[in-house]
């Protein structure tokens, strides 16, 4: 029996700002190896091209050389995929007296006028003065709201003097209990604020994470918080940081006074099931009218980098100076695992189930588009859909059944006439379309309509998107591919559209590409065939002296 769902536009849309990731990989960036940035996390990174993005950043004692490593970094990522940043530093620094907070506050805003004038960091948007009302330790600010408040008003003072257009979140507080403080910031603080912002971690029991009723829960949660913001002089709302992890006795938060924040979901065998969770409630935020949502993390951070314990500081820094400022606020941090892809010491650079969930929100849920509205009965069916400003749409749907289900879908909006058909992109919990490329799924067929009138069945426990936001066109290959040593180079593609390469090898020169003769995608222009990074990869195992570089097109 099919379950009938409705989408129109309706009189007053809210705008959805984008999806995006924490990038905590600005900060390691000159440690990095070029294999890895290049093949994972820059390809994929201008494959999902993100709405928004976050960072640990902006330090009072940001050095030159730092600055000019985060300018660097964003050179390759956030510029070429036009993705608005935020910076909150990972905890505020204690001062004493108005002259100290001052003297930080101008020391704030001049290195972000020279990361933006000088540098050309434009597409930095918001500032926060700490991660989670944090001060030396986590939430220290939560009990002295005058003294969060007295800091952006410095900060609103010094950004004003640089003439920034870099706009204040308060309060940055997490979890949902701690929402309340932007009730403060509403009060005593709107005028230097430009939006709200908090952030929230689903976890719990595998009874409670599973219930598809989560969905309504946090949409309700977060449906107060918006109608909250608005009343402040129509402030939105971001969600600055969400994640969903469940209960994992056996890797607890401490080990011998070390601290794990790892992800249950990837520890207990069911990571593909707690990517679905995570989409679901991704979906809500969007339909709950949330401007902007950042999840945590786009990688992992790495391992043993920032395993130090106090004794090693000293060490580390030296070895790894660029990044001292940010290991003497999370020195006690030993392993951070939620990110869409690992990092470990073994080269293991895998992306994980949820690349393939929340990558597709990534790329299809694009900023700025209008929230469209949706009728269904199926309280199981979720369902959220976009309307890009370059009108195309997006349909994306959760299916918390655990059997197929059959959906009438009648898409009621204007120029629908005319509207081409659309591709199907599916997230299958029961069999996850990975590959060691990290290269997002395609999609897996076309689907027809009548005047926006079509039925569709969903698979069980899955993610689907219905979008027509793609482009038909002939495949493009780099020209004067050739191999000298290990090296294989080609010429560069300046194609608009490009988003990354894919290099295919064949024992003869008409070999035809395909998945089963890939060994590497990559933003490079060269490929080392003897790279650590390929020592476990296809390269290793398909045969043949001539190469084949496709270019991926960023909107096929």
């Not at 440690?31 to 950043?57: M, T, V």
């Amino acid at each position: 029996m099919s379950t009938n769902m409705k989408i129109t536009r309706p009189d007053f849309p809210t705008f959805f700002g984008g999806f995006g990731f924490h990038n905590n990989e600005a900060l390691f960036y000159r440690l990095i190896e070029k294999e890895h940035f290049d093949q994972k996390i820059c390809k994929c990174y201008r494959e999902l091209s993100p709405g928004f993005s976050r960072c640990f950043a902006g330090y009072p004692n940001w050095t030159k050389e730092s600055m000019d490593t985060f300018a660097d970094y964003y050179e390759r990522m956030q510029k070429v995929t036009d993705t608005p940043i935020y910076f909150a530093a990972a905890k505020g620094q204690l001062h004493f007296n108005d002259e100290e907070r001052k003297e930080y506050a101008e020391n704030v805003a001049s290195r972000l006028n020279y990361l933006k004038n000088e540098r050309g960091v434009k597409q930095l948007r918001y500032y926060c003065y700490s991660n989670e009302m944090s001060m030396n330790d986590w939430g220290g600010l939560l009990e002295d709201l005058p003294l969060f408040q007295k800091y952006h008003e410095l900060l609103f003072q010094a950004f004003q003097k640089y003439d920034l257009n870099i706009g204040l979140l308060a309060t940055d507080a997490g979890p949902v209990e701690a929402w309340d403080t932007m009730d403060y910031a509403a009060k005593h603080m709107k005028r230097i604020t430009e939006e709200m912002c908090g952030h929230h971690y689903l976890s719990g029991s595998y009874e409670r994470m599973t219930d598809p009723d989560l969905y309504y829960w946090f949409k309700e949660k977060c449906e107060d918080r918006v109608i909250k913001s608005c009343q402040c002089d129509g402030k939105r709302f971001i969600l600055g940081e969400v994640g969903v992890s469940v209960d994992c006795k056996e890797y607890g938060w401490f080990l011998n006074g070390v601290i794990r924040d790892v992800n249950g979901w990837y520890y207990n065998g069911e990571g593909a099931l707690g990517a679905l969770i995570l989409a679901d409630i991704i979906l809500a935020s969007i339909n709950a009218g949330v401007f902007a949502i950042v999840i945590w993390t786009f990688t992992d951070y790495p391992d043993p980098y920032v395993c130090h314990y106090h004794s090693d500081k000293d060490k580390f820094a030296k070895e790894w100076g660029e990044c001292e400022r940010f290991i003497s606020h999370t020195q006690d941090v030993k392993y951070n695992k939620w990110g869409l892809m690992k990092w470990e010491d073994n080269g293991d650079y895998s992306v994980r189930e949820c690349y393939y969930s929340s990558g597709l929100i990534s790329r299809f849920c694009r900023r700025n588009a209008k929230v469209l509205s949706v009728e269904c009965a199926d309280r199981n069916i979720h369902t959220c859909a976009l309307l890009n400003r370059d009108g195309t749409v997006s349909i994306c749907i959760v299916n918390r059944n655990h059997t197929e289900s059959e959906i009438d879908i009648d898409l009621d909006i204007f120029g629908i006439k005319n509207m081409p058909d659309l591709r199907a992109y599916i997230y299958d919990s029961h069999n996850v379309p990975m590959n060691e490329f990290g290269d997002l799924q395609d999609y897996s067929e076309t689907v027809c309509h009548n005047g926006g009138k079509f039925t569709y069945k969903l698979l069980p426990d899955s993610f689907t998107v219905l979008t027509t936001d793609y482009i038909d066109r002939e495949d493009i290959y780099a020209e004067n591919v050739k191999q000298e040593g290990n090296i294989v180079s080609w010429d560069k593609i300046d194609d608009p559209l490009h988003c990354y390469y894919r290099v295919y090898r064949g024992e003869t020169e008409d070999f035809i590409p395909s998945k089963e003769n890939q060994i590497a995608s990559t933003v490079a222009e060269t490929l080392d065939l003897d790279a650590r990074y390929l020592e476990a990869s296809a390269i290793k195992t398909v045969k043949g002296n001539y190469y084949k570089v496709l270019s991926v097109n960023q909107k096929r």
